[in-house]
């Protein structure tokens, strides 16, 4: 009913940029929240950033001064800028929104993810 698209993710020597895309397409009626998370090798999925509702965002310490999130005016898309990238940044990195959809049910959506490897 609702699927998110991930793109933009590849590999980047250190200090590199990369811009993250994804797009929420099904029956919506509104999007709560948008945002990412990643996952890397042996370490738990941790939140990146969101953007909430009317729009409040919220980073990780880790990402702050580097990393910037925003929506497109069409409210169904989010984009990630990341620059200076570094290797601890590798991971797969997760769309992830909340929705409401048209048969009024509030869903938890995840996109498949996207290989982020920031490598010599």
């Known amino acids: 009913q609702v699927t998110l698209e991930e793109s933009g993710g590849g590999l980047v020597q250190p200090g590199g940029s990369l811009r993250l895309s994804c797009a929420a397409s099904?029956?919506?009626?509104?999007?709560?929240?948008m945002g990412w998370y990643r996952q890397a090798q042996g370490k738990e999925r941790e939140l990146v950033a969101n953007i909430i509702s009317g729009g409040s965002i919220e980073y990780a310490d880790s990402v702050k001064g580097r990393f910037t999130i925003s929506r497109d005016n069409s409210k169904n898309t989010v984009v990630l800028q990341m620059n200076s990238l570094k290797p601890e940044d590798t991971a797969v990195f997760y769309c992830?929104?909340?929705?409401?959809?048209?048969?009024?049910?509030?869903?938890?959506?995840w996109g498949q993810g996207t290989v982020v490897t920031v490598s010599s």
């Open positions: 099904g029956s919506i009626l509104s999007i709560n929240v």
């Open positions: 992830y929104a909340v929705v409401l959809a048209t048969n009024y049910r509030t869903l938890r959506v």
